[in-house]
């Protein structure tokens, strides 16, 4: 295969010329194929079907004597504790479990940490420039949470250990009003990799300048693996009580990708100390997270166990979309010199690079062929990517043939588009 | 029956001893009784024990095609959206269906006024000393939210057709930093009383000084009647749009205590346009409330009049208790000159006001007899009833034999308390 920058005008107009022509076939075929987000399949839903009748009616009683169907419990029934407690190798006593959204959890702490502060601390908002460190391609929703906030969100480089530690550490160190970072530690969003142990040991070891500086620790996928070798990260919270940050991370966990992703319980985990302050507040804003269906799930999956093996179904499932997402990428893309792509083992995302310039317009033709994807920039703070080269391609919600019908039509748009540039750098 | 002020020294201190003997016994007995909050009994949520089995492992579905298992729909179901339209007379724009806290609908949205303003209008925070009207006695944890968020809170007397309109009309027509008043407008907690047809409509014709004015218009006895006369309250939405105000309402309501209190579905309503900017901001904020739970109450309760129906078993098991709250407080109290009760004709509560400064000792003199109850002054704005003689007894929770209980201790104790009170003026 020749790359595209070694062809001359006349090569390059041909492979424009089929390349356009197979687009008009796409866009009349009247197609709508969507790899936007990161969704389970119906497939993936429907193994937890049984979950719909696990409770019979007279099953409502946890096991510390709570009545689930009544007032009470701020902080989650004790299977569910226990359930997360085990599968992120933390106590009780250091996990809160909530309702149906981990970012609601997220968007929370970030809104009383602004307006009341960290523990005892000055509201943030009171101290001037609240900034956050954002590691990019990242997850566009916290982003959207920083922005809501008027956080000015500084991009940091994400490599295939993680966040750049070298600028993190700098950063963090030098400026108090740098006040978070956002981390999803493993098949982080969109790239898929994860952090490894020396990323984290250097998380644990921050001197920040900032007393009320924190670590938002989405661990949103932190049972999703498409292999059973189950990467592990090292612990973060136990790793920050050892170099004397203890209350520095705060973790996050959701199961909407392991049981029903409209009707699933998340867990927020911190130091027993910083669990107790959010206890207490949590009395002030709510009378507590649905309990009925915490039992729902501590019935379904029974223990920690439990869940790990039900996400070896989820696996089943998406192992053939990633691994035909890759061999898609390599057929079609191999040798052309146009684009990188991240083959990650577990999570929800491949993280696909185009030359410089690219992205937007691919989106565009994907668009146009009537395939929705997540908009080019997305991944970046504030929705611009300064080299507008990443896409974050979404594979898992789509059946596998509608997969393949797109990712075949992602893959003429990227050839389309790097023509075109190519193009336009010799005529210029 | 001799009023306690026309006895003498003698007299009076007969009665005390006699009252001293029996709270020995009472508090030698044991007891354990709970009256503090306004809890559904075992009774009440075995009424919706059939919900936790009303799906069935194919039941996923809502009307307009969602598939409630997975991601998708900020603002609720058609089918919830609708019973909550119907049951409050809305349309279903009106209407944001949310998750299981309705206090958590409205310590969300005073957090983003406050942080972020009305619509369009500056931050509350930054336009400096943020005031609320609080109705009193009234709803601890509407009081609760204010002090989190250092708003000051005016109490404003509470009749028996709400609260004193000629006070709530001057300070919000005249002061710019009243930005809220709590009202619940039927079966007020705890007064249980009923907002009259005038005072809604002087609610709905307010000029308030603050054009980012809101009222919170916890309607969460909106289903709650104890009998099936379902004495209306005028719709406060139709009305502040029809004064030019349409904006200035915010209603919730809950099924908190019609299905599961640890499992229900609430809701927020307001004008079309303000439940469209409250959607956008839910994007930011959450990626949705549980919509199977929504699904889940659609499918018990039918429709609107399913729930009106269901209210009226609600009703059956409450009546005896307020009967008994009723009956043994005419037949422990009357006559003695030192005390009045409201007799509501729906809600959770009845409030009692004992003579000046007695209701702390009262509810002392209960925690040794081993009945506890809201503490006295919960009421009132930072916990502080100026004359000390509001309680709120919660009827609902405990059984007909243990309430029966209860409540002679807590009569003994009002009398013992009044007794002490009447000594004490005779001695200076």
Redesign the interface.
Same mark, same amino acid.
């Given at each position: 295969m020749k790359q595209y920058s070694q062809m001359n005008k006349a090569e390059l107009t041909d492979v424009k010329n089929e390349m356009d022509r197979t687009f008009s076939k796409y866009s009349e075929s009247g197609r709508k194929l969507n790899m936007t987000?990161g969704?389970?399949s119906?497939e993936q %839903?429907a193994l937890?079907? @049984?979950m719909? !009748?696990c409770?019979?009616?007279? @099953?409502?009683i946890s096991a510390n004597g709570t009545?689930?169907?009544?007032?009470?419990?701020i902080d989650g029934i004790p299977e569910m504790k226990k359930i997360f407690a085990d599968l992120l190798d933390l106590t009780q006593d250091e996990v809160i479990v909530g309702?149906?959204?981990s %970012?609601?959890l997220m968007?929370d702490n970030v809104?009383v940490n602004?307006?009341?502060g960290v523990r005892e601390g000055l509201p943030w #908002?009171s101290q001037g420039k609240v900034k956050f460190l954002c590691p990019a391609p990242g997850y566009d929703?916290h982003f !959207?949470?920083c922005k809501?906030?008027h956080i000015e969100m500084i991009p940091v480089a994400m490599g295939n250990e993680g966040p750049d530690m070298d600028t993190v550490e700098k950063m963090v160190s030098s400026d108090p009003m740098i006040k978070g970072i956002w981390c999803v530690p493993r098949y982080s969003n969109p790239t898929g990799i994860i952090y490894s142990d020396e990323t984290v040991r250097r998380f644990a070891k921050l001197k920040p300048a900032a007393d009320d500086f924190r670590i938002y620790w989405d661990n949103a996928y932190a049972f999703h693996d498409l292999d059973s070798q189950n990467a592990k990260i090292l612990n973060i919270i136990r790793l920050c009580e050892e170099y004397g940050n203890p209350n520095m991370p705060l973790v996050f966990a959701s199961f909407?990708k392991v049981s029903?992703?409209?009707?699933s319980v998340t867990c927020m985990a911190s130091s027993k100390s910083n669990c107790e302050y959010i206890r207490k507040?949590l009395t002030? #804003? !709510?009378?507590?997270?649905?309990? %009925?269906?915490q039992l729902r799930h501590a019935r379904f999956f029974k223990d920690a166990a439990g869940v790990m093996t039900h996400m070896e179904k989820h696996a089943a499932i998406l192992r053939p979309k990633f691994k035909l997402v890759s061999d898609t990428l390599h057929r079609e893309l191999d040798g052309l010199g146009i684009a990188g792509w991240t083959e990650p083992a577990g999570g929800y995302f491949v993280s696909f690079n185009a030359q410089e310039g690219c992205a937007k317009r691919i989106v565009a033709l994907c668009a146009q062929a009537g395939v929705a994807l997540t908009p080019a920039g997305a991944t970046y703070p504030n929705g611009n990517d300064p080299q507008d080269r990443n896409i974050r391609i979404a594979p898992t919600c789509p059946p596998l043939d509608e997969l393949k019908s797109a990712l075949e039509i992602f893959c003429a748009a990227v050839k389309l588009a790097s023509i075109e540039k190519c193009l336009r750098g010799i005529n210029n």
């Open positions: 987000r969704v389970p119906d %839903l937890c079907n @049984d719909l !009748t409770l019979c009616a007279s @099953d409502y009545d689930c169907r009544n007032y009470g419990g309702g149906n959204s %970012l609601a968007f809104a602004m307006s009341h #908002q929703r !959207t949470i809501y906030f909407s029903f992703a409209g009707a507040r002030v #804003q !709510t009378i507590g997270p649905d309990k %009925l269906n």
